[in-house]
């Protein structure tokens, strides 16, 4: 399968582009009108673009007043000659205007900072303060009428005057800490059930438990258990201290942010806060609080607080329209509207209908274009639609800070954005890049050499995000299977490196079998001569032999694929092999293959 | 651009001779002749007023850019020519520059403007669109006027923020490519092929409720 082939729509963009602009030719449209019968979605493209073009083709061409040609060029040489006479233009010139308004704004803008510079000095004049309430319950409802202090730290405040609370025996938590095992820390066990932490919180109490797990947290000798420690706290820990706050969602990542999301309106008030900061030693943080909130959106939950004005925070809010759900985004409009900033006018205008239909079906929605009362077996594309919603699960488990930029950076083209990408670490940047593939949003070339520079660089993290994303590739999604077949093309390292993977005997039976099928299961053309050593090929003839029946199979395929097929390899497995097997493409290599190897045993036998 | 210059080229009839004759009135205005001057004045006018009237939506001030363009272009023809060495290829690029020269004191014009008239403008054009898709809702047959057609696209421009409604209108409306708009914009290819983008789908949202029924007839 080829790379062009595997590309699909995204070959008809430029023309569709063409099309709106009314520069294509009569054989592009043709070319596109024909694959719009057999495409929805680029039908869909195609309509509006040719509806928009005969809008503005039976627009009448904006024509100047044609009627005093003679009087126009007299008034330019009448402004030429006032101009080089120095004497004042008889009509005010546009840019002098500019400048004189330019000259009257700075004066207005530095009188309005004067006076709002003089309004703070007196707001905090020391007999001003002595008439603030002295009483210590009394400071978090002070401080809300002044100063509009994000709930955290009014009710941080609150904290503060309350009693201390009894101590906590810190070594018996930290070791009881360490003797959790990496299951019970798993996100979707702790912050959602707290089940692996449940038993330490039991023996300690739950309010000794929480600081017991900040104390770990702010000893820099603790390191080790920071992880563990700051999902015992999990979201708590942002209604105590901002430091606190910051370090958990450091270590928890996008299911701390999401977990704080659900803990109602206090936590979304902090994301919206830390989204809103504009600190550059928070920006890892703040790009991880927004990501939460728009997660949030295109589950199609309120990402709106209650008791938060989100016109306070205009740039936030514009994110979250464009990736919010109806309601939620109808909700932020509104208010908008009412504040009369333009940013939401900006991200409800030029966020694309494709990247709404796409968010649509990841949250399993239908589409404008999909009925809702439709059965989802009948829908189209419903494997395509699993295969994204593993895709973004992947890429939501492995997100780093900062990527979304870079990939926004590939989506406008930009070609140097690909080597950065290719230097973050983890399996992040390719779970980001395989996700921007199979939602069209890059070109083809960028595409090209965005997967190119990450095989390069890092062909370990791209195996295995190739294992870890390989149930996904099951589904018959052709973008999917296009990135992954790019991935192999652009790199043939990768290649041998699920190959060796296949031969790692520290890695599971599954994921070995998984890596060898993967490695060989392309119609690529491969030089495995050249790819593989001679220790390697052995070492894949000795799988053949000893290997249980699924392992033993994939190497026996790739011994085939090499022509290296031993003579005691057993064509049983194969035959159980495509027993199990579902995927069709699979089933009738296997088949071929299982062919092959009877017609190879009776030609010895004969 | 040069197709749409149309009657007022000299040498029209010829197309080898118009781009001499272009080049020595170029030449000539370089040098310092207002007849030379006039004659590209009258050549040029056409063009760069028609861009300034879709980039600021209203007759008055599109002539007062393209005046300014032409007093400024003056003031600037002998650096312009010596920087492109001969005639010939200072008439080539000739077009290009005065359009950049309109399009960056539409610029100036509306940074001064207050933000409200975009807002109005996108009201106005959301309004438009969903008469016109209610009237035909009702009347599948119904015509839409050519002034409908013209406000709705005026307001449609009119609320685009305005690095993407230059972009846009150089090159939906007026056919250059991106190395050209990139020129006159000061901008890099690929940020002016984003702003396209981003243009294409903002315009294509404001008109969408006009659009909806008219883009299913037209397929099926």
């Known amino acids: 399968m080829t790379a062009a082939r595997l590309r699909g729509c995204r070959a008809y963009r430029g023309p569709l582009d063409e099309i709106f602009d009314g520069l294509a030719s009569m054989e592009t449209r043709h070319a596109v009108e024909a694959h719009a019968e057999t495409c929805s979605v680029c039908a869909v493209e195609l309509r509006a673009s040719q509806g928009v073009r005969r809008w503005i083709d039976s627009s009448p061409e904006a024509e100047p007043h044609a009627e005093a040609e003679e009087a126009f060029v007299r008034d330019v040489f009448g402004r030429i000659d006032a101009m080089e006479s120095g004497s004042p233009p008889t009509r005010e010139s546009i840019g002098k205007r500019s400048w004189t308004w330019r000259l009257v704004t700075a004066a207005t803008v530095t009188a309005a900072t004067v006076a709002a510079a003089a309004a ?331 997967w190119s520079s990450l095989a390069t660089a890092q062909p370990y993290a791209l195996l295995d995000l190739m294992l870890e994303s390989h149930g996904a590739v099951q589904d018959p999604a052709a973008t999917v299977i296009s990135s992954l077949a790019l991935i192999l093309e652009a790199c043939p390292d990768a290649r041998r490196v699920l190959v060796l993977a296949g031969l790692e005997p520290e890695l599971t039976e599954a994921d070995r079998t998984r890596a060898l099928s993967l490695a060989f299961d392309a119609d690529a053309d491969v030089e495995w001569g050249t790819l593989l050593d001679a220790s390697t090929r052995a070492r894949l003839r000795e799988l053949t032999a000893s290997g249980e029946a699924p392992l033993a199979a994939a190497s026996w395929m790739a011994c085939d694929r090499l022509g290296e097929l031993p003579p005691e390899a057993d064509p049983d497995i194969l035959r159980a092999l495509a027993r199990k097997s579902t995927g069709s493409v699979r089933h009738l290599r296997v088949t071929r293959a299982i062919e092959k190897a009877r017609s190879r045993s009776s030609n010895r036998s004969l | 651009m040069q197709e749409r210059r149309g009657a007022n080229t000299p040498g029209a009839d010829d197309p080898e001779g118009a781009e001499g004759a272009l080049a020595r009135i170029v030449g000539g205005a370089c040098g310092g002749d207002r007849g030379a001057f006039a004659s590209l004045i009258r050549i040029f006018r056409p063009e760069v007023q028609r861009i300034a009237l879709r980039l600021i939506g209203n007759h008055e001030d599109a002539e007062d850019v393209a005046q300014e363009t032409f007093v400024r272009a003056w003031g600037q023809l002998g650096r312009f020519a010596e920087g492109h060495g001969s005639a010939e290829v200072a008439a080539e690029r000739l077009g290009a520059w005065l359009v950049g020269i309109s399009v960056h004191i539409v610029r100036d014009l509306q940074r001064k403007k207050s933000r409200a008239p975009r807002r109005e403008a996108a009201a106005v054009a959301m309004q438009l669109a969903y008469r016109i898709a209610a009237r035909r809702s009702d009347e599948p047959d119904a015509v839409v006027s050519e002034r409908e057609t013209q406000q709705l696209l005026n307001a449609a421009l009119a609320a685009l923020p305005e690095r993407l409604r230059t972009a846009l209108v150089l090159r939906t409306f007026e056919g250059l490519d991106y190395a050209a708009i990139a020129e006159i914009t000061g901008l890099r290819a690929n940020t002016v092929r984003t702003h396209v983008m981003q243009g294409r789908r903002a315009l294509r949202r404001i008109l969408g409720p006009a659009l909806e029924l008219d883009g299913e007839e037209e397929i099926r």
């Open chain 1, 120 to 450: 703070l000095l007196l707001l905090m004049r020391p007999e001003k303060r002595a008439l603030e309430p002295s009483s210590s319950t009394d400071i978090p409802d002070a401080i809300s009428a002044r100063t509009e202090v994000p709930v955290a730290v009014r009710q941080a405040a609150v904290e503060q005057t309350l009693p201390d609370p009894a101590p906590v025996d810190l070594a018996a938590l930290e070791a009881a800490l360490r003797g959790l095992t990496a299951d019970s820390i798993r996100p979707e066990a702790d912050l959602r059930t707290r089940v692996g932490l449940a038993p330490i919180t039991e023996r300690f109490g739950f309010d000794a438990a929480q600081r017991g797990a900040r104390a770990v947290l702010t000893n820099v000798d603790r390191v080790e258990l920071h992880p563990v420690a700051a999902r015992l706290l999990g979201p708590r820990a942002d209604l105590r201290d901002r430091r606190l706050l910051l370090r958990t969602l450091s270590t928890t990542g996008l299911a701390g942010a999401l977990a704080l999301a659900e803990r109602g309106p206090s936590g979304l008030v902090c994301l919206w806060d830390l989204a809103a900061s504009d600190s550059p030693d928070d920006e890892e943080l703040r790009l991880l609080a927004v990501r939460a909130l728009k997660f949030r959106s295109e589950a199609g939950e309120d990402p709106l607080p209650s008791p938060l004005d989100p016109t306070r925070h205009p740039a936030v809010a514009a994110e979250l329209i464009a990736a919010s759900g109806e309601g939620a985004a109808a909700r932020l409009l509104d208010l908008f509207l009412a504040d009369g900033r333009e940013e939401w006018m900006n991200a409800w205008l030029t966020t694309s209908e494709r990247d709404r239909a796409l968010a649509a079906v990841l949250r399993g929605q239908p589409t404008r274009n999909q009925p809702r009362n439709q059965p989802s077996g009948q829908r189209s594309g419903r494997a395509g639609d699993q295969t994204l919603r593993k895709l973004l699960a992947i890429e939501a488990a492995h997100h780093a800070p900062g990527l979304d930029f870079v990939i926004q950076a590939l989506e406008c083209g930009e070609r140097s954005a690909a080597a950065t990408l290719a230097s973050l670490p983890g399996r992040a940047p390719a779970a980001a890049l395989l996700v921007a593939s199979c939602a069209g949003h890059l070109s083809s070339e960028i595409e090209d050499l965005a």
